[in-house]
């Protein structure tokens, strides 16, 4: 299983980014998708998860009404549009696969993970 992340950068507070994860070696449409980010110094923390067919998402609640997560199952691509980007948003973004069907933010029931993707946003 490989995960490919990207479409992270640098942008000022309020730009947007959509990030992208190519996954190869699953069979993508049976699987809930879950991104996460980590910040220098601090844990892996959830910000977003896709159900299979994508008729469910979830969001931590710092990130609700910026960020929507989307997946296309033909391309075997999840990703995550972020707008109104905040300083506090920085950190490296991962994409990842969950073990169980029902979204789920812990992230010991994920079990596959990509490189993750730098993103900065400055003030």
């Known amino acids: 299983v490989q995960l490919q992340a990207s479409g992270g950068g640098s942008v000022q507070a309020g730009g947007s980014l959509r990030l992208s994860c190519a996954a190869s070696?699953?069979?993508?449409?049976?699987?809930?998708m879950g991104w996460f980010h980590q910040a220098p110094g601090k844990e892996r923390e959830f910000v977003a998860a896709?159900?299979?067919?994508?008729?469910?998402?979830d969001y931590t609640d710092s990130v609700k009404g910026r960020f929507t997560a989307s997946r296309d199952n033909a391309k075997n691509t999840v990703y995550l549009q972020m707008n109104s980007l905040k300083p506090e948003d920085t950190a490296v973004y991962y994409c990842a696969v969950s073990t169980v069907s029902q979204i789920i933010r812990a992230t010991r029931y994920y079990n596959r993970w990509g490189q993750g993707t730098l993103v900065t946003v400055s003030s």
């Open positions: 896709i159900s299979r067919s994508a008729s469910s998402t």
């Open positions: 070696g699953l069979r993508f449409s049976a699987y809930t």
